[in-house]
T-cell receptor, first 117, second 108 residues
Framework: NAGVTQTPKFRILKIGQSMTLQCTQDMNHNYMYWYRQDPGMGLKLIYY???????DKGEVPNGYNVSRSTTEDFPLRLELAAPSQTSVYFC????????????????FGNGTRLTVT | DAKTTQPPSMDCAEGRAANLPCNHSTISGNEYVYWYRQIHSQGPQYIIH???NNETNEMASLIITEDRKSSTLILPHATLRDTAVYYC?????????FGGGTRLMVKP
């Protein structure tokens, strides 16, 4: 298993450009998450999905969009890039039975380092 | 979902035990405690989790107080490679959120 794969690893965007950060997992996990991490700070939840076709906002969703058309893929879209979106973006996945309070551990990708200038 | 409080930073001598505390005073009865660590700028890595009882695995031990309002992650013999940011999260809902974590520096 490759686990959680994120592409690209690095990207530089100009202000106002758009891009899609790709995330795919091969573990058949139902839950997927997008986090951002600013330098020296903790992780902030952007969006999450509990299954194909279902997405919901996290702590910092403004400026981003997501979709979940398949179990494997959870792309994150930036429509109008701003310098405030310079960050490292992590995708994560887990398997969870919503009838139980236990979440199996999160598996993280290696991140996408985005700079907006 | 319960929130957590951790000290922002700690030092530990190589070979000694590192004890990382976490306060989660608003934890509800069926919420688990999870610990992750993030080495440099890699993706966070799962360490251990627990509900009520103390837990141990090949990486660490987790001690949860009887009232479940706090816990301690123990790295029994810290090495330089254990230098990382350690996150304690308590969250049984769909939104898995992280706090600021504790930056552990293991020194020779």
């Amino acid at each position: 298993n490759a686990g959680v794969t994120q592409t690209p690893k690095f990207r530089i965007l100009k202000i106002g450009q758009s891009m899609t950060l790709q995330c795919t997992q091969d573990m058949n996990h139902n839950y997927m998450y997008w986090y951002r991490q600013d330098p020296g700070m903790g992780l902030k939840l952007i969006y999450y999905s509990v299954g194909a076709g279902i997405t919901d906002k996290g702590e910092v969703p403004n400026g981003y969009n997501v979709s979940r058309s398949t179990t494997e893929d959870f792309p994150l879209r930036l429509e109008l890039a701003a310098p405030s979106q310079t960050s490292v973006y992590f995708c994560a996945s887990t398997n969870r039975d919503p009838t139980h309070r236990y979440n199996s551990p999160l598996h993280f990708g290696n991140g996408t380092r985005l700079t907006v200038t | 979902d319960a929130k957590t409080t951790q000290p922002p930073s700690m030092d530990c001598a190589e070979g000694r035990a590192a004890n990382l505390p976490c306060n989660h005073s608003t934890i509800s009865g069926n919420e688990y405690v999870y610990w992750y660590r993030q080495i440099h700028s890699q993706g966070p890595q799962y360490i251990i989790h627990g509900l009520k009882n103390n837990e141990t695995n090949e990486m660490a031990s987790l001690i949860i107080t009887e009232d479940r309002k706090s816990s301690t992650l123990i790295l029994p013999h810290a090495t330089l490679r254990d230098t990382a940011v350690y996150y304690c999260i308590v969250n049984a809902g769909n939104m898995l959120t992280f706090g600021g974590g504790t930056r552990l520096m293991v020194k020779p």
